[in-house]
């Protein structure tokens, strides 16, 4: 009695913290990159760098299927060391750009209705080691699904790729240059995503399911082409 007591307790309060966690959608940014965020907060003539209002040069890119091959979600309860992450596409892509943000998708949560500790302190510990070790500004991630089983995240949000809040959020945490900014992907809903927050420049490295459309781009209903290249996968240096 006390320990299902003791458990629905930890499963109230588990609900409540991945429910705020989700709606945060930020799971990591870097030191350089709250720096520069709190900086846009002071007034401009106290400011000794005034360079901190230009845009930024950013590459938006996805995970799954794009850093590191799709084997679907819960990815982060995997050993990061044995993690295949495509270092040579990463290198090759992120190059000349000032600014590095992980935009993703994760419906590993949204799928269980009983939430483990363990599996919240690897989902943060997974990201934050793969930002450490990649070195990127930013990892933004959408926990919501509308199809969810959990009901804390069953939700149609805006954040969620297809639609662009992710990127939006990335344009507040580093003000993006959106002509000279790019995402990279690997379906069909990363492309759209970026091209309806006006990044034309988007990349599709190759997946044979890039056209699956799923139920969130069938309510699209796409009209217009979508601009974007596509790359072979995996990427040689
Ligand atoms: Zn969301």
Known sequence: ?????????YQG???LAIGLLARLHIVYVSRKTVRKSVTRWIPRTLRRDRLTEERVKTILLDCDGTLWPDEGPGIFMRDINKLELNRNLFIKLTEGYQSIILVTNQSYFARRNNLKYKELTSFFKFYRKVAQELRVD???VCLHHPLADNLTLKRECVYRKPHSGLISLANRITKLNLAES???GDRISDIYAGNLFGIKNCIAVYNEDFFDCNTEMKKLRIQEPLVFSLLQFPVKA
């Open 13 to 15: 309060i588990g609900s």
């Open 138 to 140: 930013a990892v933004l």
């Open 1 to 9: 009695m006390f320990q299902t007591v003791l458990r629905e307790g």
């Open 182 to 184: 790019a995402l990279v």
